[in-house]
């Protein structure tokens, strides 16, 4: 009974990580920073990767800079990759591993779209969209789709040349491929 209570407690860090996120939705982007710094300060590199990669991927949406965008992206990519089933069932049981990929993947593409990166750009938003088999038929899984389908039409628009990038090989935890491949037309 103790261990089912002690895993509904909710976790501090990701309320407050949740805390500043709203601080950050309400417009106080500055603020919200600074806060996120703080708590990358108090986790420090080798810190809970659930909490890392949630305060990177937070952090990144923070960032003046695309460069510093893509620095926090990245961060929170290396924290997934860290992460286990089990230790997100110790946080919620709904949530995967593999469900963070294409909303990662995807930021990863989006920055360096930024960054004018194109081929590097491609390259993560086909492993975003090769992952995204891993997301539910909800809100948020919908909505990435729908995100990874923007930037693939801005991609095509911008870079035509190298049109709609395919899903490469994806590296998950293992080494597994995240998600089904896309057939060639």
């Not at 961060?75 to 860290?82: K, P």
């Not at 089990?86 to 919620?92: F, I």
């Not at 591993?97 to 360096?112: E, G, T």
């Not at 628009?157 to 080494?175: H, K, N, R, S």
Request: with cysteine; glycine share 12%; charged share 30%.
């Amino acid at each position: 009974m103790a261990k089912r209570q002690a895993e509904m407690e909710p976790d501090p860090v990701m309320t407050r990580i949740g805390q500043v996120v709203m601080l950050h939705h309400g417009g106080d982007r500055e603020e919200a920073r600074d806060r996120f710094l703080c708590l990358w300060a108090e986790l420090g590199e080798d810190g809970d990767p659930l909490h890392r990669c949630t305060l990177a991927h937070y952090l990144a949406d923070t960032q003046d800079d695309p460069s510093d965008e893509l620095a926090w992206d990245l961060r929170a990519l290396s924290a997934a990759e860290e992460l286990t089933d089990e230790r997100l069932a110790d946080h919620d049981g709904a949530l995967a591993v593999h469900a963070f990929y294409p909303s990662l993947h995807l930021n990863l593409a989006a920055d360096y779209v930024k960054l004018g990166r194109s081929e590097a750009a491609r390259v993560h938003l086909g492993r975003a969209r090769g992952a995204v088999g891993a997301l539910g038929d909800g809100r948020y899984g919908d909505g990435v789709r729908a995100a990874i389908a923007r930037l693939e039409r801005r991609l095509a628009e911008e870079w035509p040349t190298g049109g709609t990038p395919e899903p490469g090989p994806l590296d998950g935890p293992g080494g597994e491929t995240l998600g089904p491949q896309r057939r060639r037309p």
